[in-house]
């Protein structure tokens, strides 16, 4: 089991920053990739963030050069989000599972653990 839980989202006006966090606990966390996804509304949920090994990260193109994921511990995951535009209003979810594939592909179905979600509002 593995539990997940956003702080930080909040309404942001265009062009302004906004820092999320999740903090990760449960059981064989080594086996999971985390990172993040959004949904935005009338929209399917998409891949935001995740990391790659060895250092790197995925981003999906709509926030590269924009957005920055990074892990201060084992146990806690943030999103720097800078330069936020109005399209990037959505419900952002921390998610955990045993494939890369869930980002790299898009799969939000497949995805094995969710947290709650945190509302991020950019106002224009």
């Known amino acids: 089991q593995v539990q997940l839980v956003e702080s930080g989202g909040g309404p942001v006006q265009a062009g302004g920053s906004v820092r999320l966090s999740c903090v990760v606990s449960?059981?064989?966390?080594?086996?999971?990739?985390k990172g993040w996804f959004r949904q935005a509304p009338g929209k399917e949920r998409e891949a935001v963030a995740t990391?790659?090994?060895?250092?790197?990260a995925f981003y999906v193109d709509a926030v590269k050069g924009r957005f920055t994921i990074s892990q201060d511990n084992r146990n806690t995951v943030h999103l720097q989000m800078n330069n936020l535009k109005p399209e990037d209003t959505a419900i952002y979810y921390c998610?955990?599972?045993?494939?890369?594939?869930?980002?790299?592909?898009?799969?939000?179905?497949?995805?094995?653990?969710w947290g709650q979600g945190t509302p991020v509002t950019v106002s224009s």
């Open positions: 998610a955990a599972d045993r494939s890369i594939l869930r980002w790299t592909r898009g799969d939000h179905a497949g995805v094995e653990y």
């Open positions: 449960g059981s064989n966390l080594n086996e999971y990739w």
């Open positions: 990391f790659y090994t060895g250092g790197s």
